[in-house]
């Protein structure tokens, strides 16, 4: 079975400053993926990076970077240069072989202060 | 690019009536789209898998006659809430998978459900 395990319920992070949001996994398959996504208040899950079991480099998208493990089996979101608009719950993902399921984290909510 | 829409964003209905969500990939196509629902401060959890021109897969524990999903084309998938009750009430979104290089999941907006 797979299991995605955000330990920290929230966090907080200054502007401007950098922030790492935590992300364990465990599954048996070889071939997985691990997703991040964010939501606000709003509601839609939006799509911020990618990363594969296969992957050499650790994946990047802008300020978004995957901070990539696979000896411990975290995949780490590390956002750059905070901003407000960054302000919202986040959730590790992860689809494991053939099977196009997400299995997803309990999420953590960030707040960016001034 | 990959772009989901959904609707309604909001609905309010009686309890014993039923209530149709629809779901289309709007700059592509989806073979598989899925359904989640997700309750207040939780974390999404998977309903059914839904294959174009085929029956949904539905996740352990959700009722496949209260839950109705239709895959009719390869951009468009409803969730139909049949008999809906108050605890139905909740946030249902759907999502749909974009068979790039990573196949991602791409997710619409959501439909927020009040049962009445």
């Known amino acids: 079975a797979q299991k995605i395990t955000q330990t920290q319920p929230g966090m907080f992070v200054q502007e401007k400053e950098a922030v790492t949001l935590d992300c364990t996994y465990d599954t048996s398959d070889p071939s997985y993926g691990l997703f991040w996504y964010k939501q606000p208040s709003s509601g839609e899950m939006i799509f911020l990076i990618y990363q594969g079991s296969y992957d050499q480099q650790n994946a990047t998208e802008g300020r978004y970077s995957l901070n990539f493990q696979k000896a411990r089996k975290s995949a780490n979101l590390v956002i750059s240069a905070s901003q407000l608009g960054d302000s919202a719950m986040y959730f590790c993902?992860?689809?494991?072989?053939?099977?196009?399921?997400?299995?997803f984290g309990t999420g953590t909510r960030l707040q960016v202060t001034l | 690019g990959a772009v989901v829409s959904q609707h309604p964003s909001r609905v309010i209905c009686k309890s014993g009536t039923s209530v149709k969500i629809e779901c289309r990939s709007l700059d592509f196509q989806a073979t598989t789209m899925f359904w989640y629902r997700q309750f207040p401060k939780q974390s999404l959890m998977l309903m059914a898998t839904?294959?174009?021109?085929?029956?949904?897969?539905?996740e352990q524990g959700v009722e496949k006659d209260k839950f109705l999903i239709n895959h009719a084309s390869l951009t468009l998938s409803t969730l139909t809430v049949t008999s809906a009750h108050p605890e139905d009430s909740s946030f249902y979104i759907c999502?749909?998978?974009?068979?790039?290089?990573?196949?991602?999941?791409?997710f619409g907006p959501g439909t927020r459900l009040t049962v009445l």
């Open positions: 993902a992860m689809s494991t072989g053939t099977a196009s399921k997400l299995t």
């Open positions: 999502s749909a998978q974009y068979w790039g290089q990573t196949d991602t999941q791409y």
């Open positions: 839904s294959n174009e021109g085929s029956k949904a897969t539905y």
